[in-house]
């Protein structure tokens, strides 16, 4: 009778040995599959992020031009009035000399 246990401790280890395997089997390809998602995110993490700091370049870009026209366009209008109020100075010198 003794003898009649161990073919089924074997065939337990056996079973035991094969579940170990698959169950190993099944973490490494879990395993595989996270470093693939990881893999995935950071390249879609760095297109986004070279998409962004384009539009930003692009914001700064067009920010800074129309700050420079705005800033000539109003630099011009204060020489453009300076200009006039110093017209009507010379005149009014002008005509009050005669």
């Given at each position: 009778?003794?003898?009649n246990?161990?073919?089924k401790r074997?065939s337990?280890?056996l079973?035991?040995?094969?579940?170990y395997?698959?169950?190993?089997?099944?973490i490494?390809?879990s395993?595989k599959a996270?470093e693939?998602s990881v893999?995935?995110?950071?390249?879609t993490?760095?297109q986004?992020v070279?998409?962004?700091s384009?539009?930003?370049?692009?914001s700064?870009?067009?920010f800074s031009?129309?700050?420079?026209?705005s800033?000539?366009?109003?630099s011009h209008?204060?020489?453009s009035?300076?200009?006039?109020?110093?017209?009507?100075?010379?005149?009014?010198?002008?005509?009050?000399?005669f």
């Open positions: 009778m003794h003898s246990f161990k073919p074997k337990f280890h079973v035991s040995d094969k579940a395997q698959l169950f190993f089997q099944i490494e390809q395993v996270i693939q893999k995935a995110f950071s390249h993490f760095r986004s070279g998409a962004f384009q539009i930003l370049r692009q700064v870009g067009a031009q129309i700050l420079s026209q800033v000539g366009a109003f209008s204060v020489i009035s300076f200009h006039t109020l110093q017209s009507i100075c010379w005149f009014r010198l002008y005509t009050q000399s």
